[in-house]
């Protein structure tokens, strides 16, 4: 049995373990997971299921926390320009910050490492539905179904990532070299040669395993529903952001308007107060729980942003919270000034349990996507509708001195980048939202001024390179 084997044989393990009761207690115990005792049992299986999201959040010995359960956020906030930096080692992404990442950097070689273990992860489960145990599964098609989306949705969205990291914007040129392409599953040695992908392929990838939608769960009001899941509306948003990433509009609209079920719930702090992120806005987030109160590793985001961490604090220079923190608005609530000058976003703020969700697809976003969809299609009226549902959330119309949503052309633009900015500061969105308009990368100065630190046309600076581990055993690649 090979490493991947034992990876979700240790998943199901431990799934079957923390739900045992006096049933499991009176009867023998397997002393052994195989992989056909995982695809012969409904029980296994679906916990086998459970471990694909448990390799999405990048779970290990160490930390819950080396890809989408910090590391993706951490990485797209410290590329903004809204953020800035005082960590004084790798694992505080210093290196991400001054755009300097390196393939021996420690954010570059857990993120990378995780997202392909979660990749893989979920390759395995989808060959064995789909190939190897296809005519022996103990649970009908339909479920058998569901759970090959929710392989594939993990796959897509690991690529997702993966893409925004490593190469250059689609926007800077659709066949630039990309991340490797894995889809099948590696069960042994002998499988390390691939090449890298362009993102025109790679995107192609994401967009073909999240065409199946109907067999996942709708929306918030349907049966089956769950927001740590993939469902209809997650796979929709994922879409949206890849459509977004190739300028293609329509698409991306079409994608934002197929979502339903879903409404801004009164104040955005719900959103990270308990019972955490489980309301009609949260369509897709990470889950947090007791075990990710042990150390900071263990849900790094609550950590860097806290005020003990004194690591990743808000640029309160020239950044977004000093034009739209202002007297009236809602998230500014968020913001924390210590007595050194530093001012944190304290949306992660339960710094003794940090049970905190991660969010990586709310309501929110659909409505600013399509803002800025709208507002590149020429439809500027209905771009400033979806900004005045977001923001009238946090400040009233009749309060606010910034907005008067009558805006167009620059003007409006500047209202719908700025909101975006501002609702989504700390979530890891405006890093992500910066390379895929393939926009410089800039730094704040203490006089207020910009110095440009990262552009489109050097991918040494733009992008991170493969980690040494990869290009070791890899010979396929070439940067």
Known sequence: MKKYIYYIAAAVTMSLVTACSEDFINKTPDLKVTEASIFGSATRLEAAIEGTYTALKGSNSVSDGYFMGGFATL???????????????????????????????????????????????????????????????????????????????????????LS????????????????????????????????????????????ADTEEIDALPANYESTGFSSTKASQASA???????????????????????????????????????????????????????????????????????????????????????????????????LYTDERGYTYCE??????????????????????????????????????????????????ADQDPLVTYKETGEALWTVIDNERRWEFMAEGIRGYDISRRAEDYRHPQTDGSWTVVATPSDKTTYCWPFPLYETTVNTALSE
């Open 347 to 396: 949306k992660y703020n339960e710094r003794s349990t940090r049970y905190e969700w991660i969010p990586v697809f709310r309501y929110a976003e659909i409505l600013l996507n399509l803002a800025e969809c709208y507002y590149n299609t020429g439809d500027e009226s209905k771009a400033i509708d979806c900004v005045k549902q977001v923001r009238t959330r946090s400040i009233a």
């Open 236 to 334: 929709h948003a994922l879409r949206m952001r890849v459509y977004m990433c190739m300028e293609d509009w329509d698409a991306a609209i079409a994608e934002g308007n197929a979502i339903s079920g879903f409404s801004l719930i009164p104040s955005i702090s719900t959103m990270f107060d308990s019972p955490y992120a489980q309301t009609a806005e949260n369509i897709f987030s990470i889950p947090m729980s007791e075990s990710d109160k042990s150390n900071s590793q263990t849900h790094p985001v609550g950590y860097f942003y806290h005020e003990s961490g004194q690591i990743t604090v808000v640029n309160n220079i020239n950044g977004i919270a000093t034009i739209y923190g202002i007297e009236g608005d809602d998230r500014t609530n968020f």
């Open 164 to 207: 925004q990291l490593y190469g250059l914007p689609y926007k800077t040129d659709p066949n630039a070299s990309n991340v490797p392409l894995r889809i099948e599953a590696i069960t042994g040695a002998g499988h390390n040669d691939c090449p890298a992908s362009t993102i025109s392929e790679v995107f192609k990838q994401i967009l």
């Open 75 to 161: 990485a797209g906030d410290n590329r903004s320009d809204d953020m800035i930096n005082y960590g004084d080692n790798g694992y505080t992404m210093r290196d991400t910050y001054s755009h300097s990442v390196n393939a021996s950097s420690i954010e570059n070689d857990a993120l990378f490492r995780n997202a392909y273990l979660a990749i893989n992860y979920a390759n395995m489960i989808i060959d064995g539905i789909e190939k190897t145990y296809a005519n022996s599964l103990p649970c009908d098609a339909e479920t058998a179904r569901r759970y090959v989306q929710e392989c594939k949705f993990v796959r897509a969205i690991s690529y997702y990532y």
